[in-house]
Nanobody
């Protein structure tokens, strides 16, 4: 059974940093890809960053150069380092994993497994 548990969210001021962690069990990184998604109040869920089975990464334009996705296979943990945070980054952040390699990485509908989410709040 796949289980994803996020941690590391919190409240910071604009310009600050946070590192999100996702403890992974029951899932093989080589299967497909994993990613971080977010959903702000009244907004649709969107891709933040994805890392594929071969190490390739993808980021939504708004976080490029500020966020970094990585994984530690030994610790079975997925990370999202977030720097230079902005108020518009405020959202509930989810860790997700998928079984299939085909299809758009950014389509959250194609992800099979989800964590419970961790809140990130950035004040101006």
């Amino acid at each position: 059974q796949v289980k994803l548990v996020e941690s590391g969210g919190g409240s910071v001021q604009a310009g600050g940093s946070l590192r999100l962690s996702c403890a992974v069990s029951g899932y093989t990184y080589s299967s497909s890809c994993m990613g971080w998604f977010r959903q702000g109040t009244g907004k649709e869920r969107e891709e933040v960053a994805v890392i594929a089975y071969d190490g390739r990464t993808s980021y939504v334009d708004s976080v490029k150069g500020r966020f970094t996705i990585s994984q530690d296979n030994a610790k079975n943990t997925l990370y999202l380092q977030m720097n230079s945070l902005r108020p518009e980054d405020t959202a509930l952040y989810y860790c997700a994993a998928r079984r299939l390699r085909i299809g758009s990485w950014s389509d959250w509908n194609l992800y099979n497994y989800w964590g419970q989410g961790t809140q990130v709040t950035v004040s101006s």
